[in-house]
C-alpha cells in the first residue's frame, strides 16, 4: 500500500548535523542580518518546509509576480510575497553570489542565505494588490511602510537550526513531524482549524461540526508568530488552548502551535494559510467568515467583505490540493439552549450572540461572561490577563507645542493621581527624559523620534506592570506617535491628551526663551517654526489652556480617565 502524499514527508531546507557544525564555524566570517521577530517567523517556515515549494526568500523576478498574479515566476500559486528587508547601508554593503548569516536576536545563527537579488521595491503597488488597498489603517500596510526596510534581499537559504523557542516545546511540530505524528496515529483525513483568538463555545460546536462533515480528525491549529496588534497574547491563548481540549474527544483531536507571522490579508492570506496547512499534512481546512481579516480601514469599513476569503480559496482549493469546509456563522439559540449555523435558525427564536468587542468590553469592566458563551476554564485565564481597566497599568500622553503647558499639567494630573494612591504613578516629562534617557541624543528628526520612542518604550513597561505613566512630550510627528501608542495599547489604555494652545500663545509666553532663538535662527528645526507638528486627529481629549487654570485642565483629563473607567468614580 503506497503511503498518501500527504503524509509523505516533505523537503526541508535544512543541512545535515554535521554540515551544520561545520557551517557555524565558517559563518564566523560573514556579515551577519539580525532578523526582526516577523523575519524569524518566516524563515523557520522556509526551513522547515511550511513555505514549501519556496526555496529561500522571494528573487525580485517571483516577487513582481506574486504581488501582480499572486504566482511564482514558474506559475506556481503562492499569494504572499516572503521576502527579506533590510535597510539601505547593509542591502549597499553587499555583493551579488554573497552569503550572509541569518542570526536571531540574541545573535544565534539559524541560516545562511546567498544574495541572488536586491531591489527598492514599490510598496505602494505590493500594498494595493496584496492588502487590496494602500491604507495605513492595514497593519500590514503600516508595517510595510513605517516598519520595513527600503531595500528587499531576495536568494536561497540554507538551514542550521530551529529558532529557538522556551515556551510550549511539546506543542510545536514542524510539518513533518505533524505527518509523521498523522501516520503513527493512522489518521488519513485531517480538517485545520485556523485561530488567532481564544477558543469560546461556538468553536468548538463549529470545529465539531467541520469534523464530522468532512469525516476527518481535527487539528487545531493556533498561530502563535505575529497576529494583530492589540490581539491577546499567545500565552493566554495557549492556556486557554488547552483548557479546552479536555473537551474534545483525545482519539480524533490534536493541537499543535504554528510559528506564523500573520499578514491579516484576508482572501490572500487564506490561500496562504490553506497551503501552509497542505504542508503540514492536512486534508481539509476551514476558512471563517472574514477569514484573517483586519477590522475597518481609515473610512471606517471592512477591508474585506465577509465571503471573499471563501470565494477566493473555493476558486483555487483544487490546485491546491486541499479541500475548504466553509465556516458557518454560529448562533446560540436560546429555547433550544444550542449552537446551531445562523442560516438554520427559525422564525422567532432568540438568538444570543456576544461579539469581540463586548467580550472585551465585559472583561475591562469585570461584568459577567455567560456559561452559554465560555467556558469558565477560558474565562478564568482572560480575567488574569485582563483585571477590570480600573486595576490595569495606563498611559496618559501629552502632546502639542513647546510652552504649551503640558509638563504644568502632567504635574498636576501626577499630584492628583497620587492623592488617589491606588497605583503607582511615574511622570516622565520631556526635560526629565532628556536629562536621564536621552542625555546623548540631539534634535534632529530622527533623534526626536528616537527620543520620543524610549518614552513610549519605558511607558509601556509601567503600563504592563500595572502603573500609571504620564508623558509630556512635545512629539510633533503623527507617526511616531501612533507607533508608541499600538506599543503601549499591548498592555493597557493609552489616553492621548493634545494641549491646544496656538503657536501665537507659546510665543508669547516664551517662558524658556526658545522661541526667540529659534526666530533669529539659532536653533534649527524648531517645531513649529522651522519644523512641522502634526496636530493630532482624534485624541482622546483636547485641552485648550488659554484663559484656563492648570488645575482645571488637570481636572478634564482626570474626568475623562474616569469615563474611560481606568479610575473609579
Not at 528573487?59 to 516572503?82: F, H, K, N, Q
Not at 547593509?90 to 544574495?115: K, N, W, Y
Request: charged share 25%; hydrophobic share 35%; aromatic share 8%.
Amino acid at each position: 500500500m503506497t503511503m498518501l502524499a500527504n503524509l509523505a514527508p516533505i523537503p526541508e531546507l535544512y543541512v545535515s548535523y554535521e554540515s551544520a557544525q561545520k557551517l557555524k564555524v565558517e559563518a564566523g566570517n560573514l556579515k551577519s542580518w539580525d532578523l526582526s521577530p516577523r523575519q524569524i517567523c518566516d524563515l523557520e517556515l522556509l526551513m522547515n518546509g511550511g513555505f514549501n515549494p519556496l526555496k529561500g526568500f522571494l528573487s525580485e523576478e517571483d516577487y513582481t509576480s506574486v504581488v501582480e498574479t499572486m504566482r511564482l515566476a514558474d506559475g506556481t500559486l503562492w499569494p504572499i510575497p516572503i521576502t527579506l528587508d533590510v535597510d539601505e547601508a547593509f542591502a549597499e554593503s553587499l555583493e551579488m553570489g554573497e552569503d550572509i548569516a541569518l542570526r536571531d536576536q540574541e545573535g544565534v545563527i539559524l541560516g545562511t542565505m546567498t544574495i541572488s537579488d536586491r531591489w527598492v521595491p514599490n510598496k505602494a503597488r505590493e500594498a494595493e494588490m496584496v492588502f487590496g488597498a494602500d491604507d495605513d489603517a492595514h497593519p500590514a500596510v503600516n508595517y510595510l511602510h513605517n516598519h520595513a526596510g527600503k531595500v528587499y534581499l531576495g536568494g536561497p537559504v540554507t538551514g542550521i537550526q530551529q529558532p529557538v523557542h522556551y515556551d510550549f516545546r511539546a506543542r510545536r511540530d514542524t510539518p513533518n513531524e505533524l505527518r509523521a505524528f498523522f501516520r503513527k496515529l493512522g489518521w488519513r483525513r485531517i480538517v485545520a482549524f485556523q485561530t488567532r483568538n481564544p477558543l469560546h463555545r461556538a468553536h468548538q460546536e463549529l470545529t465539531f461540526r467541520a469534523a464530522k462533515e468532512a469525516q476527518a480528525n481535527l487539528l487545531i491549529h493556533p498561530v502563535v508568530g505575529m497576529t494583530k496588534p492589540g490581539d491577546v497574547d499567545h500565552f493566554t491563548r495557549v492556556r486557554c488552548y488547552e483548557a479546552v481540549l479536555d473537551k474534545y474527544p483525545a482519539a480524533t483531536t490534536s493541537m499543535s502551535l504554528l510559528n506564523l507571522a500573520m499578514r491579516m490579508a484576508g482572501p490572500r492570506e487564506a490561500v496562504w494559510h490553506g497551503l501552509i496547512r497542505k504542508n503540514h499534512g492536512c486534508t481539509h481546512f476551514i476558512v471563517g467568515r472574514d477569514h484573517a481579516g483586519p477590522g475597518k480601514n481609515s473610512a471606517g469599513e471592512d477591508f474585506y467583505g465577509p465571503y471573499e476569503a471563501q470565494d477566493l480559496f473555493r476558486k483555487y482549493q483544487d490546485e491546491m490540493g486541499i479541500e475548504m469546509v466553509d465556516f458557518k456563522h454560529m448562533v446560540f439559540v436560546q429555547e433550544r439552549a444550542q449552537y446551531e449555523p445562523a442560516d438554520e435558525v427559525r422564525e422567532g427564536d432568540t438568538v444570543l450572540n456576544i461579539s469581540g468587542t463586548e467580550l472585551r468590553r465585559r472583561l475591562r469592566e469585570g461584568l459577567e461572561i455567560p456559561e452559554w458563551f465560555s467556558f469558565p476554564e477560558v474565562v478564568s485565564q482572560l480575567r488574569n490577563r485582563y483585571p477590570p481597566r480600573s486595576q490595569q497599568g495606563f498611559t496618559v500622553f501629552f502632546t502639542g507645542f513647546s510652552g504649551s503647558g503640558k509638563s504644568t499639567i502632567a504635574n498636576a494630573l501626577m499630584v492628583k493621581l497620587m492623592e488617589m494612591g491606588d497605583r503607582p504613578v511615574t511622570l516622565l516629562d520631556g526635560d526629565i527624559v532628556r536629562k536621564n534617557l536621552s542625555s546623548e541624543l540631539g534634535f534632529s528628526k530622527e533623534h526626536r523620534d528616537l527620543n520620543i520612542r524610549r518614552i513610549g518604550y519605558v511607558a509601556s513597561e509601567i503600563t504592563k506592570n500595572g502603573g500609571i505613566a504620564i508623558c509630556a512630550p512635545i512629539a510633533p510627528y503623527g507617526s511616531t506617535r501612533r507607533a508608541v501608542r499600538e506599543e503601549i495599547e499591548e498592555f493597557g489604555a493609552f489616553v492621548e491628551v493634545h494641549v491646544a494652545t496656538s503657536l501665537e500663545e507659546c510665543e508669547r509666553r516664551d517662558r524658556k526663551g526658545l522661541y526667540k532663538l529659534a526666530r533669529e535662527g539659532k536653533i534649527k528645526e524648531f517645531t513649529g517654526i522651522s519644523d512641522p507638528y502634526d496636530v493630532p486627529e482624534n485624541p482622546e481629549l483636547r485641552v485648550e489652556t488659554e484663559n484656563v487654570d492648570v488645575d482645571n485642565c488637570a481636572h478634564q483629563v482626570l474626568l475623562k480617565l474616569e469615563s474611560l473607567g481606568l479610575i473609579a468614580g
